[in-house]
């Protein structure tokens, strides 16, 4: 069967036409069509092959048969929304329970990242009854306008910075203002959030919520220091506000160790609230916030309902449980862990043949290379990476992209059940391409 309704270049053309140019494609200049996709392989409309480095939504890999399954046999039997009592919702809120700290034990579904992050901020203000939010730099938690006024990352290039938004610095090791040499970074940083809450009071302010995700991506893929939540979260609530963990990019596993990327900060961690979204339904638009009885009773205590008309429908939550299932099934968190480990083991061994890996940094299946053109001056070396990107796509169907605020960042975030075979293989093109631009330049 033809998989293809229109050829490429009609497509392209039409899309040029008839979408918002703002909503852009990977590859602009030559996008790859992508007609079907299983595990981390996507097939373009000539069926080659491309390996995917970075779809963190189809966590359990594309296409899994068993989510397929689950959600064309609840589909078959029904699909309502959430004010019909129904089985599916109660048991996926349970499971999610279970892996959670035992006081985040009250669930909103909602249908994505965004919508997740909008309610996490009512909650927090409701709770609260403060406005004020501190968030780190370059941070991004959604598209809503409410999440653009808490997201550096693209508040800096729209209307600025709202007066109940507060910034602090990136707790990153390897180029922020406290790094490895320091003896204590994650207490450092977090007293940069404590001299902020002090100036917001200063100012007559209160603090709801401090908003970061537990291993900031857009930000450039960085590892939060030891010590650094417990600290902040103290630092939080004795000014009566709430830790919120962005959770959408880095939860369900990925981190391999854990369930969750803030329990890398120890088990005397926990946050108030906790957002998640994109592996959740594995491409299926599911996304929920986790928090306390007592949050949760401040917002019900308003009055009013929360209502959303696709948030924890059967379909959806039937999805969310196969995800999981898989997850224990494949042992997909002891593949992230295993294979994480040996593509940052060569990647760091790579890194001593070229000066232009500054930082080797990763847990799980969650890895960032960052690129320099001087170890010394870290100077981001922004036009390798991007050429790195391009080169991967040409010449060995290998879709990686770049994150940071310099987007020096090539990251690797695949579907959980990314192999040792496909590490191998990305590292030793990654290492082609280094050893060609390093003659180039010498040339
Ligand atoms: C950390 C983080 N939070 C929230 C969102 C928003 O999620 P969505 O695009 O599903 O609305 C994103 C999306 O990229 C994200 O990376």
Redesign the pocket.
């Known amino acids: 069967m033809a998989l293809e309704k229109l050829r490429k270049e009609e497509t392209f053309a039409m899309r040029k036409r008839l979408i918002g140019q703002s909503c852009r494609l990977f590859y602009s200049d030559d996008p790859v069509k992508i007609m079907k996709a299983r595990g981390q392989y996507l097939f373009d409309e000539n069926g080659k092959r491309y390996l995917d480095c970075i779809s963190n939504v189809h966590h359990v890999g594309h296409c899994h048969p068993s989510i397929t399954k689950a959600a064309a046999e609840q589909m078959d039997l029904l699909n309502t929304n959430a004010r019909f009592l129904h089985d599916n919702i109660v048991m996926y809120a349970d499971r999610l329970a279970a892996t959670l700290p035992e006081k985040l034990c009250v669930f909103y579904f909602v249908n ?4 997740a ?1 909008d309610l996490a901020l009512r909650l927090a203000q409701q709770y609260t009854q403060h406005q004020d939010v501190i968030v780190l730099d370059h941070a ?4 809503l306008m409410s999440l653009i006024d808490i997201s550096p990352y693209k508040f800096r290039k729209l209307a600025g910075q709202k007066e109940w938004v507060h910034v602090a610095p990136i707790p990153d090791t390897y180029r922020g203002i406290y790094r490895e040499d320091h003896p204590n970074p994650g207490q450092a940083y977090a007293d940069t959030v404590k001299d902020l809450i002090e100036e917001v009071h200063r100012k007559g302010r209160k603090i709801s919520a401090f908003f970061a ?1 537990s291993l900031p ?2 930000g450039g893929q960085i590892i939060l220091p030891e010590g650094y939540s417990s600290k902040v979260a103290e630092y939080v609530r004795s000014a009566g506000g709430v830790f919120v963990a ?1 959770e ?2 880095t939860g369900f596993g990925r981190v391999g160790s854990h369930f969750w990327a803030f329990q890398l900060q120890g088990e005397d961690f926990c946050p108030d609230i906790v ?1 998640m ?2 592996p959740m339904g594995n491409g299926h638009p599911l ?1 929920c916030v986790a928090t306390t009885v007592e949050i949760a009773g401040a917002f019900t205590a308003n009055g009013v309902e929360y209502f959303n008309t696709f948030g924890g429908n059967p379909v959806s939550c039937a999805i969310g449980l196969a995800v999981l299932d898989v997850i224990e099934k494949e042992d997909l968190r002891g593949n992230a862990t295993r294979v994480g480990a040996h593509l940052k083991d060569l990647l760091t061994k790579l890194q001593t043949q070229h000066q232009i890996i500054g930082d080797v940094r990763g847990v799980g299946l969650f890895v960032g290379l960052e690129l320099v053109s001087d170890r010394d001056q870290k100077t981001p070396a922004t036009e390798t990476a991007a050429r790195v990107v391009k080169r991967l796509k040409e010449e060995d169907q290998i879709c990686v992209s770049t994150d940071g605020p310099w987007e020096n960042v090539v990251k690797f975030k695949p579907p959980m059940c990314f192999s040792m075979e496909d590490a191998e293989l990305a590292v030793q093109c990654i290492d082609r391409i280094l050893t060609d631009e390093k003659e180039a330049s010498d040339i």
Do not use: F, I, L, R
């Open positions: 994505s990242g965004s919508e992050n991004y938690h959604g598209h995700e991506s857009v962005d959408v990019q957002t979204g994109k996304a």
